[in-house]
C-alpha cells in the first residue's frame, strides 16, 4: 500500500504557551453536495457517492449530560484499573455506530457547549524549542524494515513527545534520529491544545528525512486537527455551511485548543506539508487510522481511493468542502459500543484490509468512561493510562492515551503483545 510522503520544513521562533479555550461539539452540518473523483465510490455503491448526506456529527468529545452513566468495562485495557467511576458526566457509554448513522445530538444544542476543558498540568520547564533543520545523515543505512512504532496524538505537547521517543530509542538526547530502519507513524493531531504543535510538526518532518536516510521512515496520518488548522489558514472567518447557523473554521479552531503563537509561526511549508498527508495506511497487518469512525467508507472502497480522494477535495481549495471533511473526521467512537462496535471494525477491516484498527483521535479515559468533572477537580482517570486500549473483540487498538488531560503520550511498538 502506497504510504504517506514527507516534505521537510524549517522551523521558526520559540513558542509561548498560551491558555486554551474549552473544546465545543461540532453542530449537525449540512454540505454543500459534492461528488467524489471519477472511479472513486463508497464501500457498498457501483457508482460515485455523494459526500454529506450522512448522519449527525460527534464533535472534539461528548458532551456533558445531567444523568451518570455506567462505566465502560475495558476488554483488553493495558495498565487500567477497574472502573473509576465517573465523577462527570458523559452522554450513554454505548451508540450504534456505523458510517449511515452516528447518533443523534441533544436538543438545544449549540455551537458554543462547552466539553472537556484541557486540564492544568503544572510546569513544564517552558515550551518547547522549534526545531530547525539540520540534518546529519547516518554513515550506514539500515538493511530491510524494521520494527514498526506508531504515535498516537500529540496534540502540541513536544516536550512529552521528546521524552517518549528518547524512552523507546527512536532518537538521541540531541533529538536526531538514531533508529537505524526502524518505521514510526504518527497517527495525525500535532497542534492545537498544547504548548507548540509547530515544533512538532518541524520535529516530525526533520525525523523524516534522517529516518530516509537511515534506510527507515518516518511518516505521518490527517487528523482532524491538520484540516482545522488548514482550514483556519485558508479560509479565517468566511461562513461555512452548519446546521446549527453560520459557523466559521476560525472560530472552531480557537474553540478547539487553537494557539495563536501555532498560527503566527504556521508557514506554507507546514500547509503543504499537512495537505499532503494520507488518511490511512495498512502497514503489516494493521489498518493506521486517526478517528474511530467509519466515515473513510465515504471516499472509497480502496485505502489508496480514500487517500487519492481527500487529497482531491482538499486541493478544491473549497471551505465547505473543507468543513465537510473536518466534521466527518471529528466523529468517534464507532468501535465502543459492545453489540455494534466490532461489526464496525470489521466493515473497515473488510474494506481496505488488516486483521486489526489502530487509531487515535478519542481519548482511553473516554472510551473507559473515566472522566473527571468539568472544571477538572477529580479527574483521576487520565493518569492511569500507561499503555494503549485494545477493545471491540481486540480487533481495535487506541492510542490517544489523553495527554491533554493530563494522561500519558503513547509510543507503542507493534504488534502488541496482548
Not at 337 to 353: K, W
Request: charged share 20%; glycine share 14%.
Amino acid at each position: 500500500m502506497v504510504e504517506g510522503s514527507m516534505t521537510q520544513g524549517a522551523g521558526q521562533g520559540p513558542a509561548v504557551r498560551t491558555d486554551t479555550e474549552r473544546d465545543f461539539r461540532l453542530p449537525v452540518a449540512e454540505p454543500a453536495s459534492h461528488t467524489v473523483p471519477p472511479g472513486a465510490t463508497t464501500a457498498g455503491s457501483d457508482g460515485p457517492a455523494e459526500l454529506g448526506a450522512d448522519a449527525p456529527v460527534y464533535g472534539e468529545y461528548p458532551a456533558y449530560y445531567d444523568a451518570v452513566p455506567a462505566p465502560v468495562p475495558a476488554q483488553h485495557g493495558y495498565g487500567h484499573e477497574a472502573p473509576y467511576g465517573a465523577a462527570g458526566a458523559l452522554g450513554e457509554p454505548g451508540r450504534p455506530m456505523g458510517h449511515v448513522s452516528e447518533d443523534s445530538d441533544p436538543e438545544g444544542y449549540t455551537p458554543t457547549q462547552r466539553d472537556l476543558p484541557v486540564i492544568g498540568r503544572g510546569a513544564l520547564g517552558g515550551p518547547g524549542d522549534t526545531v530547525q533543520i539540520q540534518y546529519v545523515p547516518q554513515e550506514t543505512p539500515g538493511e530491510g524494515p524494521g520494527p514498526l512504532y506508531v504515535v498516537g496524538d500529540v496534540h502540541g505537547y513536544i516536550d512529552e513527545l521528546v521524552a517518549e521517543l528518547q524512552f523507546q530509542g527512536l532518537i538521541d538526547a540531541d533529538r536526531n534520529w538514531s533508529a537505524g530502519n526502524a518505521r514510526l507513524w504518527f497517527l495525525g493531531d500535532f497542534t492545537d491544545r498544547g504548548p507548540d504543535g509547530i515544533g512538532v510538526i518541524d520535529l516530525v518532518m526533520r525525523l523524516s528525512a534522517e529516518a530516509a536516510a537511515a534506510g527507515g521512515y518516518c511518516k505521518a496520518l490527517m487528523g482532524n486537527h491538520e484540516l482545522l488548522l488548514i482550514g483556519a489558514k485558508r479560509f479565517g472567518d468566511t461562513p461555512v455551511v452548519s446546521g446549527a447557523g453560520t459557523a466559521t473554521f476560525q472560530a472552531a479552531w480557537l474553540l478547539n485548543g487553537g494557539q495563536r503563537t501555532d498560527m503566527d509561526r504556521l508557514q506554507d511549508v507546514h500547509l503543504q506539508w499537512m495537505s499532503r498527508l494520507d488518511a490511512a495506511v495498512l502497514v503489516e497487518d494493521h489498518l493506521l487510522l486517526h478517528s474511530d469512525t467509519t466515515a473513510y467508507l465515504d471516499y472509497g472502497d480502496s485505502v489508496e481511493d480514500v487517500n487519492d480522494t481527500i487529497h482531491e477535495l482538499l486541493n478544491r481549495n473549497d471551505a465547505d468542502i473543507t468543513w465537510d471533511l473536518f466534521r466527518k473526521f471529528t466523529k468517534r467512537f464507532a468501535f465502543r459500543d459492545a453489540e455494534t462496535g466490532p461489526q464496525a471494525v470489521r466493515e473497515l477491516i473488510g474494506t481496505y484490509g488488516g486483521s486489526r484498527v489502530v487509531h487515535g483521535h478519542s481519548p482511553i479515559p473516554y472510551l473507559l468512561g473515566e472522566v473527571g468533572t468539568e472544571d477538572g477537580d477529580g479527574a483521576h482517570g487520565p493518569e492511569a493510562v500507561v499503555g494503549p486500549h485494545v477493545y471491540a473483540e481486540g480487533l481495535a487498538i487506541a492510542m490517544d492515551g489523553g495527554v491533554t488531560m493530563a494522561g500519558k503520550l503513547l509510543v507503542v511498538q507493534l504488534p502488541l503483545n496482548d
